[in-house]
């Protein structure tokens, strides 16, 4: 691994956005460059501190799952890959901070839904349906736990927000009215597909995809495109097989580590409000966090 980037600076490309995670370089005016930092948020806060290699490691499962659902293996849908070496567009002096991390990818109209799909009950959705039996709008039978494995997959869509602000539940009608009836239906159903299709790929490796969301962008044509991350510990819950039983929620792969620590966090003697900025992380939640990516990738990749 190469030492944390916690902020890309290009020079030779003309910056477009940072989001949580990623800083996107305009690449002509049909293709993007994805820089996949090592910043890592939660509570919507960017944190000060980079976790080190996991800008490399969201890239590489991005790639891995880009390969089986895509065009190249089981062609469920476009993907906004271009193919071209993201190393070949910047500087040699800029290489250091895009080789193994970026993404040289189509410029595309971004749909602005999260097209969320849950195959478990779990976080928010358990709440929910301990008070309503359902998950955003989405009516569930009697008798569920913490954990359960749904009767089948459910779409519960979110509408997108800006970087620091929440993503908002919204209902499938909702999406209709945003984005129009084929669209809505094009990425409720491609976006299922995908995620039975990952959960089969990820379980026969040792790991429950809980949930996850993807996000789509339209091309020239009109036609919906799989793109920005996909089915990385930063878009889902990632369960080790071994430890799953219903009823508790299973450790994962992810950031909840940081999440676990900062509810416990105090600033200036009192608790975190979870507003910037952040408290500084410890070391050891910095390594055992980078732990937690590094394992996925090794039982996902071998």
């Given amino acids: 691994m190469t030492s944390a980037l916690h902020t890309s600076s290009l020079k030779s490309l003309p910056l477009l956005a940072r989001g949580k995670v990623r800083d996107n370089y305009a690449v002509g005016e049909d293709r993007i460059l994805m820089v996949a930092s090592d910043r890592i948020s939660a509570f919507d806060v960017i944190m000060g501190e980079p976790i080190p290699g996991k800008g490399e490691l969201l890239t590489q499962l991005s790639l891995f799952w880009f390969d089986q659902l895509g065009p190249k293996g089981l062609n469920i849908c476009p993907i906004h890959l271009t193919?071209?070496?993201?190393?070949?567009?910047?500087?040699?002096?800029?290489?250091?901070?895009?080789?193994?991390?970026?993404?040289?990818?189509?410029?595309?109209?971004?749909?602005?839904?999260?097209?969320?799909?849950r195959g478990y009950l779990a976080g928010s959705g358990w709440k929910e349906y301990q008070d309503s039996r359902s998950v955003c709008g989405v009516p569930l039978p009697e008798g569920l736990r913490n954990a359960s494995m749904l009767p089948h997959p459910i779409y519960t869509p979110a509408a997108k927000a800006a970087v620091g602000e929440h993503d908002e539940n919204i209902t499938y009608e909702r999406t209709v009215e945003m984005v129009g009836a084929d669209v809505a239906a094009q990425i409720r159903d491609i976006a299922i597909r995908l995620y039975q299709a990952a959960a089969d790929i990820a379980l026969r490796k040792g790991i429950i995809i809980a949930d996850t969301k993807f996000e789509f962008g339209l091309d020239a044509q009109g036609k919906v495109v799989l793109m920005d991350e996909v089915l990385t510990p930063d878009s889902s819950r990632y369960w080790p097989a071994e430890q799953y039983a219903e009823g508790s929620n299973p450790p994962s792969y992810d950031k909840q580590f940081v999440?676990?620590?900062?509810?416990?966090?105090?600033?200036?003697?009192?608790?975190?409000?979870?507003?910037?900025?952040?408290?500084?992380?410890?070391?050891?939640?910095?390594?055992?966090?980078?732990?937690?990516?590094?394992?996925a990738l090794t039982r996902l990749l071998g």
Wanted: no cysteine.
């Fill in 83 to 117: 193919g071209d070496d993201p190393d070949s567009v910047v500087t040699a002096d800029e290489r250091a901070q895009v080789h193994g991390r970026s993404m040289l990818v189509q410029r595309l109209q971004p749909i602005p839904v999260e097209a969320v799909v």
């Fill in 259 to 295: 999440r676990d620590w900062l509810e416990t966090a105090k600033v200036g003697g009192k608790p975190w409000d979870k507003t910037p900025p952040a408290p500084r992380l410890p070391r050891e939640v910095i390594e055992k966090t980078a732990e937690k990516y590094r394992e």
